[in-house]
């Protein structure tokens, strides 16, 4: 199966496609939380008067990112295989994310592509995910790469 075959004029409607903002209130107990679920202790995610000297506030992680899901979409991708594998993600940090700040996270598929290999064909989706606070300033952005490939019953939902 080709290319052109395995990626349908369907699918490729989805390309650019964005999700509806998903909104997140960045809270002091959550940072904190996370930042101990990682093993960091640096100040400025605990300690306000140090934090507020240093980075003008109590700021989060940059990789807290990862529990700001954005929505999905209102209609499903047509999947054609059954098995996922995540390939990976970069991400780009801009600007920090203050406790207090109100995170609007939309995702959007950026590019469909297939690599063929020991096992076959396998789909690849690129997909940008957008992080933007309050002041419409965007804070960090994460390109993830999405694996699908097998035929069965599906494994992932």
Do not use: C, W
Request: proline share 4%; aromatic share 12%.
């Amino acid at each position: 199966m080709s290319q052109s075959e395995t990626i349908s004029d369907e699918m490729k409607k989805f390309i650019n496609l964005k999700t509806r903002p998903k909104i997140y209130n960045v809270e002091r107990h959550s940072v904190e939380r996370f930042a101990e679920a990682i093993g960091d202790d640096n100040p400025i995610y605990f300690n306000e008067t140090y934090a507020k000297k240093t980075m003008g506030g109590l700021i989060a992680p940059p990789t807290y990112v990862r529990l700001l899901r954005p929505n999905k979409l209102d209609k499903e991708f047509p999947e054609p295989f059954s098995n996922l594998v995540d390939g990976g993600s970069s991400y780009n940090f801009y600007e920090h994310i203050y406790v207090g700040d109100k995170i609007s996270v939309v995702s959007k598929l950026k590019d469909l592509f297939v690599k063929t290999g020991k096992i076959g064909n396998m789909l690849f989706k690129l997909t940008l995910i957008s992080y933007t606070n309050q002041k419409n300033i965007l804070v960090t952005t994460q390109e993830v790469t999405t694996i699908t490939y097998g035929k069965g019953e599906k494994t992932f939902l």
